[in-house]
């Protein structure tokens, strides 16, 4: 299949890996210094767990001109980044889309594209699952559960037999989700906390290992969080989350305890700018619910204290 990853960071990176490995016909779109490194030395990553770096040859393009069409596009990015992308997405040819990554507000990205494009766009969200980030010139990849999970918000992808094809000689697994946003919406309920926590750390894990009270305030505000989902109605996923936060608060928090004692914990990647804008959703959705979430609040940097 003609696919193109539209964004070359870590996980879009790794995504492209996968799909050259499936057998497709693979180009990225990256910008600057990134868009210099994949022409002069390929895709190389480096694979965290098995201890093994991988080159492979892609085609590179800077930008996705109008009428260049593809029978794929996975735009993979930060949820801050893809604003700037919809124009992009909106006046090409191409119908297949999948925007993956964190996103909140997928409703109104479908909106945009559904009003502003020049032909039908099937659209679909997704979440890879795995992890990384980069060193240098190469990206150092978690496979986590080598999958991604997907979905579109009105009904059935109508593109599933190109998915399948796409990926079925690669080691990658799809899981299409009935209901993507409540996936996508809960999702940013853990992150925003721990990532601002871990910024609150000075980065450093092992210190955020060791401080007891942070953690117990992370859990506190995961539940004030969902508690603002519940109460706009939405379906909170997977509901086992929110039940192991509930009823095993300290069993949680011992989790977080361990996980950020992990060598592995420093390897997932994460951006201020992007919890900054999760957090903007999130404070809406809050005022929406009149909801407080006060340990929520007191983990938030400020973007002028960074
Ligand atoms: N990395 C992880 O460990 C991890 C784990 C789980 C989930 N995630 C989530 O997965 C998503 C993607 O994360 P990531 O780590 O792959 O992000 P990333 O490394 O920042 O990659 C995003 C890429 O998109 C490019 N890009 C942004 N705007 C663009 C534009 N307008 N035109 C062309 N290229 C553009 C960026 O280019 P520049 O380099 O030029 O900025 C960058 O190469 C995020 O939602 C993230 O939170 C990441």
Not at 32 to 46: M, N, Q, S, W
Not at 58 to 87: G, Q, R, W
Not at 245 to 255: E, Q
Not at 281 to 302: E, G, T
């Amino acid at each position: 299949m003609k696919t193109l990853v539209y964004g070359a960071g870590v996980l879009g990176s790794y995504l492209a890996h996968v799909l050259v490995q499936g057998g497709n016909d693979v180009t990225v779109l990256a910008r600057g210094v990134r868009a210099e490194e994949l022409e002069r030395d390929g895709l190389v990553i480096r694979h965290y767990f098995q201890r093994k770096t991988t080159t492979d040859k892609v085609k590179v393009i800077s930008t996705l001109l109008p009428e260049e069409s593809y029978d794929l596009i996975f735009v993979v990015m930060k949820f801050n980044d893809f604003p700037a992308v919809l124009p992009v997405l909106a006046e090409n040819a191409s119908s297949n889309i999948v925007l993956v990554g964190n996103n909140p507000e997928a409703h109104s990205m479908q909106k945009y594209l559904d009003e502003h494009s020049r032909r039908k766009k099937n659209i679909a969200f997704g979440f890879q699952l795995s992890g990384g980030r980069r060193e240098k010139d190469r990206m150092i990849c978690i496979r986590g559960g080598g999958q991604m999970v997907l979905g579109a918000l009105d009904g059935q992808i109508p593109y599933q037999d190109i998915l399948q094809k796409t990926f079925e000689h690669a080691k990658y697994k799809l899981t299409i989700l009935e209901d993507i946003d409540a996936w996508l919406k809960s999702h940013i309920i853990p992150i925003v906390p721990l990532n601002f926590a871990t910024v609150g750390a000075g980065d450093d894990f092992k210190k955020l290992a060791k401080n007891k009270q942070t953690l117990m305030q992370i859990v506190v505000a995961m539940d004030e969080g969902f508690r603002v989902l519940e109460t706009l109605g939405y379906t909170v996923t997977p509901a086992s989350l929110v039940k192991w936060i509930r009823k095993y608060p300290r069993l949680v928090h011992l989790f977080l305890k361990l996980y950020h004692r992990l060598p592995v914990a420093k390897m997932i990647d994460g951006s201020v700018h992007e919890v900054v804008a999760l957090n903007d959703v999130f404070n809406r959705w809050k005022q929406q619910a009149q909801v407080s979430a006060p340990n929520w609040d007191r983990l938030v940097i400020h973007k002028d204290a960074e």
